[in-house]
């Protein structure tokens, strides 16, 4: 498909120093220091975890120490400060996705193995996770249509939490892990991880389809090392978010597919991926925005009616099952009101979420999106007609989405903690707006991002 040049900056524009990155750099710096002193300063209990030992705004506690995979984990942040920025700009496209693909699964297991084999395996094998209930469905038809009974506490064999908190499709999802024989803590780690490390080879194929290839470039080396792989090894919402970013690239390219047959085929496959993630977590409904947002870089609105309609047969399958999500949104309310959440101080968490999103995806990410905000603030009329055909217009659409997706989550009351782990699925589409950055920034913006990812792991017990 046909790509498009780069739009050339002014003169003006190219000596105007990065002030926009930079102030973007130093309030999100200070959120994130803000959001992890402000509580133990105050003496504040913000119950970021219930055991009260938790490094708010995360839901890990203070833990330094290495493993087996720290000198590998150093040794990939090394070669990748060194090498990443050029090999994306010189390999072939589709060398770009199996690196993309190898350096990113490299990535996350090394950082994983930090913690040795248990890195692996204490997230999944928990209790409270999904694949021990999983390996305890014996009748799924059953399960499904009495889910609902089960996910308040009043229930005297109420779910536990993940379960209770997430739609039925999750427990469905490693229900089915279990029943292909790869139900153990490890085999069903290696799967998650494994999807995991396709989130940024999906991400550049959506950039792609839309006209942004030479930012998808820009942008491969900081979607591969991001800070945020700390936590998406093993954790069941790096495989939402796999699922997700999938959905995405089906419909970015059903919306650039010039022939009908094509197109109702990616639509379909779109459209039965973004339903799925709706039934895997309540607050992939806010993918909706992402989805707006392909089509309008894509200019063509032909795929909607053929991926909605897809999109709706696993939720109506499921409803006819005995589990329909309107139903049970209310009582995941209810329990969420019930628990720990009625204790979070909203006055906390509703920028201490914001601290716990950057630690997850590196305090960079507010360097990029000073620049997106600086981009659609400045645009005058000379501005907006070069971007209706640049790279860049994708990009910007994009983060915008996906900004509205964080503010819309964070003021719903509904995710109140944990959200390093919760908002992985959205993470990569904030993350391109690192493309941005002056090509300058290069070594020494990645560096930061490795070096960020590297202390959080070392030093925290991050519970995913």
Sequence with gaps: MATTSPARPSAEESSRPPVAAAAGLVVAVL?????????PLLGWDVRARVDQNGAA????????????????AVLLAVLGVRYATGLAQRLTWRWLLLAAFVAGLAWMLALAYVDGSSGMTRVLGNAYEYLPTARDV????????DFIRRIPYAAG???????????VG?????VVLVRLGLGGDYSAAMVVTLAAATIAPAVLVTLRRLGAEPLARRAAPYLVLTPAAVFMAVSADALFAAIAAWGLAALACAATSARTGPMIGWAGLAGLLLGWCVLLSYGLLLLGLLAVAVLLVARSWRPLPVAVVAALVPVLVLAAMGFAWWDAY??????????VAMDRPMAYWWWGNL??????AGPLLGAGLGLWAARLGGMGRAVRARLRESPERAVLILVGAAVLTIALADASGMSKAEVERIWIPFIPWLTISLALLPRRWGRWALGGQVVFALAVQHLLYTSW
């Design 170 to 174: 999750a427990l469905i999802t490693f």
């Design 157 to 167: 064999d109420n779910w536990v939490t993940h379960i209770a908190g997430h739609p």
């Design 355 to 360: 601290g716990a999103l950057l630690v997850s």
């Design 57 to 72: 705004p995360t839901h890990g506690y203070w833990e330094a120490k290495v493993g087996i995979g720290t000198i590998p």
């Design 138 to 145: 014996t009748n799924l038809p059953g399960t499904i249509d």
């Design 330 to 339: 209310p009582v995941l309310v209810e329990r969420y009101n019930d628990g």
């Design 31 to 39: 959120v994130v220091v803000a959001a992890f002193v402000v509580p």
